[in-house]
Nanobody, 113 residues
Framework: VQLQASGGGLVQAGGSLRLSCTAS????????MGWYRQAPGKQRELVAI???????NYADSVKGRFTISRDNAKNTVYLQMNNLKPDDTAVYYC????????WGQGTQVTVSS
């Protein structure tokens, strides 16, 4: 399974970005897809995750600002990020689980103050 993420960039505080991640290759029954992020000097942390059944889970720090959605037919997961803050600056990674975790290459999100 290969994951291709896109949509990162540089944005001012208060702005928005939309990340996309598409899974390809030996796609089986995907249990969940989601986003993690890692800021310099920090551990990778969960941002948002969405199961095949539609259940979602968000980090407290992004609740009310970020929305995860998924197009099952396209094996694509999206992360709409609104009201971005400098603390959201990180490399964002998408993950796909179908019994095993597959990770994308990461996309940089930089929020300037």
């Amino acid at each position: 399974v290969q994951l291709q993420a896109s949509g990162g960039g540089l944005v001012q505080a208060g702005g928005s970005l939309r990340l996309s991640c598409t899974a390809s290759g030996s796609i089986g029954r995907i249990k969940h897809m989601g986003w993690y992020r890692q800021a310099p000097g920090k551990q990778r942390e969960l941002v948002a995750i969405r199961t095949s059944g539609g259940e979602t889970n968000y980090a407290d720090s992004v609740k009310g600002r970020f929305t995860i959605s998924r197009d099952n037919a396209k094996n694509t997961v999206y992360l709409q990020m609104n009201n971005l803050k400098p603390d959201d600056t990180a490399v964002y990674y998408c993950k796909c689980n179908q019994g095993y975790d597959y990770w994308g290459q990461g996309t940089q999100v930089t929020v300037s103050s």
